[in-house]
């Protein structure tokens, strides 16, 4: 019978297998030598109890510490989604280790909370955060907008993404991100649908949008290049397992195209 599925990080660093395995993970810290700071169980996949752990100590024989972006499209995709719930866990208990408004150190919390931390001198209660971020398609008639950031995978382009500022609606976000990325107006901002995004604590509000005014305009210290691109002439493109290329995607069938045509760019690149 499998055993426990173990995530364990070193900062933000997971063990993985260096041998090509289905799910790549290593079994128990503890048991290889690695001294466990942090463990907690994060869920059930396949009916195998999941942990999250922060850890230290030398990468057993056999394994290694990687970047959870560079596994980015080499996990399964259940595997990636539970890796990045590992990750925030282990977040937030490292910033939560001590109240932020008295400096005690914390402890468990609530009983019917999993994921809490009390301060046990001003009761201060800690849950995970997740920052909201917009992230939108643009179309105009035919045509969809798609861009490239600094920190993207060498060729990869996609739809423009931004956090959710103080005060404002994830619409509001949409609009203001692609006026100050790419100088454009939209309207009819409509929701697509949402994913959780570990990069940081992300959760990202999918919508499209339609181009309603303005010349591309880039604004140089967010954006490398951005262009208009049809449904079979698109570059290189995130990932399937990103909500960026499952709109991407949406977009080239609604335009009677198979995205999954070899005429349309494949990428098993890191980023959204």
């Known amino acids: 019978m499998a055993g426990d599925l173990w995530f364990a990080f070193k900062g933000d660093r997971m063990l993985v297998r260096d041998e090509e395995e289905s799910t790549n993970l290593v079994g128990n810290p503890a048991a290889l030598g690695l001294d466990v700071i942090f463990e907690e169980e994060i869920g059930v996949l396949d009916g195998r109890i999941c942990f999250a752990a922060e850890v230290e100590g030398v990468e057993p024989e056999g394994s290694a510490f990687q970047d959870l972006r560079s596994l980015f499209g080499v996990l399964d995709e259940r595997c990636f989604v539970m890796a990045g719930r590992a990750i925030q866990v282990i977040a937030w208990n490292v910033m939560h280790r001590f109240c932020g408004r008295c400096g005690t150190q914390t402890g468990r919390g609530l009983e019917t909370e999993r994921f809490s931390r009390v301060c046990p001198r001003c009761g201060a209660l800690y849950f ?87 010349e591309l305009r880039i604004e140089p210290m967010e954006i490398e290049d951005a262009g208009w691109y049809t449904a079979d002439d698109l570059p290189q493109l995130p990932p399937k397992i990103s909500i960026a290329r499952a709109m991407i995607d949406d977009f080239v069938s609604r335009h009677s195209l198979d995205p999954d045509d070899p005429a349309t760019p494949e990428n098993t690149s890191r980023s959204d």
Do not use: C, H
């Not at 490239?148 to 500022?165: D, L």
């Not at 203001?176 to 107006?185: C, L, N, S």
């Open 128 to 214: 995970p955060r997740l920052n909201p971020a917009a992230i939108v398609l643009v179309y105009r008639a035919d045509e969809v907008l798609l861009a490239r950031a600094p920190q993207f995978p060498k060729g990869m382009y996609s739809t423009i993404a931004g956090f959710v500022e103080p005060g404002e609606t994830v619409e509001q976000t949409v609009a203001r991100e692609v006026r100050e990325e790419v100088g454009i107006e939209v309207k009819n901002i409509n929701y697509f649908g949402s994913q959780p995004w570990p990069f940081p604590n992300s959760l990202m509000v999918a919508f499209t949008a339609e181009w309603a005014a303005g």
